[in-house]
Each structure stands twice: as structure tokens, then as C-alpha cells.
């Protein structure tokens, strides 16, 4: 493998890394914000719904049109636990409903007025968010399912894919250009590519253009390099006939 593409390998290496981890720890944080804004939003919608819980209105007619307005699971419990009114049961199906006086969120907002709870559904199957808010009848209580905050999350995620992939081919072509000219630049890496080789030619072929073909040009032409060692002993007679 040449060095630019152990160069272009790595960097994808480390890209692809980066984007793993920033995804990852950008959709945990991202999910728990919409849990806090939808806790909000849930808790403002179950209040509306407990203004109009009033003495003689129809509790199962109440969650029925609440939930289809604001496009939540409206739930309306008794003082005793019992669900009166949710808008994804009907009136049989709601009769078989485990009694609520435990669940999580009830129990708060009888302690402390409201109360949220995350967590799998008995009921419907699914994980959902709960907040219910106390009312003197029961308890008021608005849900809705992750899966929802879910979709959002994994959206936002995809557009980060995207958008990261984009970057990255443009700033790996510009890698494998710079490791392509780093490589082509060092004779080491290119096998002495840059670095003239020695003529292994015989005759007038290795004598300079401007030498005459004198026996003392030749002689010089065959003198070793600097420091190699003591000069032949024909070279030497060449060089005092001179």
C-alpha cells in the first residue's frame, strides 16, 4: 500500500470516528431536550384539559375530543385510580385497564400537584412520555409515545450524515492530493525517482561534451570521488606527462 493511500485510509479512519461519536452523543442530548420541552408542553395541554373536567361533563367524551384536538393520549383518573375517560380506549377496552393509582406520575401529582414519568406502557405497549397534573376529581394526565421524539432525533441525524459525508469527500480528495504530492516528492518513497543514475555507458559516452578525448580528459573522467581512496597509478602518469 503506498503512503498516500495509508495517508487517505487513516484520515477516513478518523473522520468516520468523529462523525460516529458526535452523532451519537448529539441525538442523546438532542432527545433529552425534547423530553423537557415536550414534559412542558404536555403539562400546559393537561391543565387546558382539567379546566374543562367539570362536575357533570362526560369524562370518556372529554378525553375522546381532547385527544383528537391536540393529538395527544388524554387520560382522565378518579380519585380512586380508575380511568373514567382515555381517548385511545373505548368504553369496554377501558373497563379492562389496570387501575392507575400507582402509576409513577400519578402518584406525584397527588403528592406535589404534577408529576412526569418516562417509561414503558402497560397499556399501549410502547414507551411514552406521562405528565399528569392534580384536579379534584382525580387526576388529569396527558401522554405521548417516544417514538414520535424518536423520528425527530433520528431526522436530525440523518441531515448530520449528510452533511458531514458532503465535507468529508471534499476534504479526502484534498488529503490524497497532498499525500499523492508528498509521496511524489521523496525519492525514498518513489524508488530514487528524482536521483540520476549512474551511466554505466562505456567509452567517449561518459566523457563530458567539452572534453576533447584527450588521453588526460579520460584519465580525469575516471578519477573516484573525493576522499575515495588514492589515485591510480595510471591516472597519476597521465596527469604528469601534463
Known amino acids: 500500500m503506498t503512503l498516500a493511500r495509508r495517508l487517505l485510509v487513516g484520515a477516513a479512519v478518523v473522520v468516520v470516528t468523529l462523525v460516529a461519536v458526535v452523532v451519537v452523543v448529539a441525538g442523546g442530548r438532542l432527545r433529552d431536550r425534547l423530553v423537557l420541552e415536550k414534559s412542558d408542553e404536555l403539562a400546559t395541554s393537561a391543565r387546558l384539559v382539567a379546566s374543562s373536567w367539570t362536575r357533570g361533563a362526560d369524562a370518556d367524551s ?139 555507458g562505456r567509452g567517449r559516452s561518459m566523457l563530458p561534451a567539452a572534453c576533447g578525448g584527450t588521453r588526460s580528459c579520460r584519465a580525469r573522467a575516471r578519477l573516484p570521488a573525493s576522499g575515495a581512496g588514492p589515485l591510480p597509478a595510471e591516472v597519476a602518469l597521465h596527469e604528469a606527462v601534463e
Open 62 to 200: 372529554l378525553a375522546q375530543r381532547a385527544g383528537a384536538a391536540l393529538g395527544y393520549r388524554v387520560t382522565l383518573i378518579d380519585s380512586t385510580g380508575v380511568v373514567v375517560g382515555d381517548a385511545e380506549f373505548d368504553a369496554p377496552a377501558r373497563q379492562r385497564l389496570e387501575n392507575h393509582a400507582t402509576r409513577p406520575e400519578v402518584v406525584a401529582a397527588r403528592a406535589s400537584g404534577a408529576g412526569s414519568s418516562l417509561r414503558h406502557s402497560a397499556s399501549a405497549g410502547d414507551e411514552e412520555l406521562y405528565v399528569a397534573v392534580r384536579h379534584p376529581f382525580g387526576v388529569v394526565r396527558v401522554s405521548i409515545t417516544t417514538a414520535r421524539l424518536d423520528e425527530v432525533v433520528s431526522g436530525a441525524q440523518r441531515d448530520v450524515l449528510v452533511l458531514v459525508d458532503l465535507g468529508d469527500v471534499l476534504e479526502l480528495d484534498h488529503v490524497l492530493a497532498a499525500a499523492t504530492a508528498v509521496a511524489a516528492s521523496d525519492p525514498v518513497l518513489v524508488g530514487g525517482a528524482g536521483v540520476a543514475a549512474p551511466d554505466r
